[in-house]
Nanobody, 124 residues
Framework: QEQLVESGGGLVQAGGSLRLSCAASGRTFSSSTMGWFRQSPGKEREYVACISWSGVTTYYTDSVKGRFTISRDNHKNTIYLQMNSLKPDDTAVYYC?????????????????WGQGIQVSVSS
């Protein structure tokens, strides 16, 4: 059974850093576009960053450009999200996603596979 498990979340002060990991199991996701999405209370889930199967192409939503970096290690079936210069507005539950699609030159459409989500809280 396919499974995505996030780790690395927590509470951090504004300006700090966190690194999220998403370990995939049940099948290889090395040919899959993968990404990170987030959802804050009262808001819809939004895309944060996506990465092509090769890791060559990455997309970011405007609010995180220059601060977040998505990467992947296909040998470990794992993707990462390095988050620097965190802001209180980044507070959300972050979800790993697989089998999505890169759309146009800046958007990522989610696939069918989701992790359970992990809380990231940024205090001011």
């Amino acid at each position: 059974q396919e499974q995505l498990v996030e780790s690395g979340g927590g509470l951090v002060q504004a300006g700090g850093s966190l690194r999220l990991s998403c370990a995939a199991s049940g099948r290889t996701f090395s040919s899959s576009t993968m990404g990170w999405f987030r959802q804050s209370p009262g808001k819809e889930r939004e895309y944060v960053a996506c990465i092509s199967w090769s890791g060559v192409t990455t997309y970011y939503t405007d609010s995180v450009k220059g601060r977040f970096t998505i990467s992947r290690d296909n040998h470990k079936n794992t993707i990462y999200l390095q988050m620097n210069s965190l802001k209180p507005d980044d507070t959300a539950v972050y979800y790993c996603n697989a089998d999505g699609a890169l759309v146009g030159d800046s958007y990522c459409y989610p696939g069918d596979y989701w992790g359970q989500g992990i809380q990231v809280s940024v205090s001011s």
